[in-house]
């Protein structure tokens, strides 16, 4: 399959981590997905019926992120990968990235970290 949407740099304020600090302060978490469908149907019928709503995921994924904290990022991608999976039937798979911008590690002073998990149904 090689139709897919992707929502990138998605910015949310959340409190996942391992360090006390993590979860008190809370922190930026950079979120891309991708999901992989058939959008010929869409894109013959000009028909939001027969696609995916992805202002839907976009919210899911908010929910998620400032939502209830984990203390890893893997976590967090495996929520989100499942919920897309879950709630959207028409998807094939998911790929779902998450980032965390400042990452905590001694004398790391630019990068991030990430995480990157992909669930196909």
Request: hydrophobic share 40%; net charge negative.
């Amino acid at each position: 399959m090689t139709d897919l949407i992707r929502l990138t740099d998605l910015v949310f304020y959340g409190h996942h981590g391992v360090l006390p600090e993590e979860r008190m302060l809370g922190q930026r978490f950079v979120v891309d997905v991708e999901v992989r469908l058939d959008l010929s149907k869409p894109a013959a019928t000009d028909d939001l019926d027969h696609t995916v709503n992805y202002a839907e995921i976009y919210r899911a994924v908010g929910e998620i992120v400032t939502g209830p904290p984990c203390n890893l990022i893997e976590a967090v991608a495996g929520r989100i990968a499942e919920r897309v999976l879950a709630e959207h039937p028409l998807v094939h798979s998911v790929l779902v990235r998450v980032r965390k911008p400042q990452v905590p590690i001694d004398g790391m002073t630019q990068g991030s970290s990430e995480v990157v998990i992909e669930r196909t149904r």
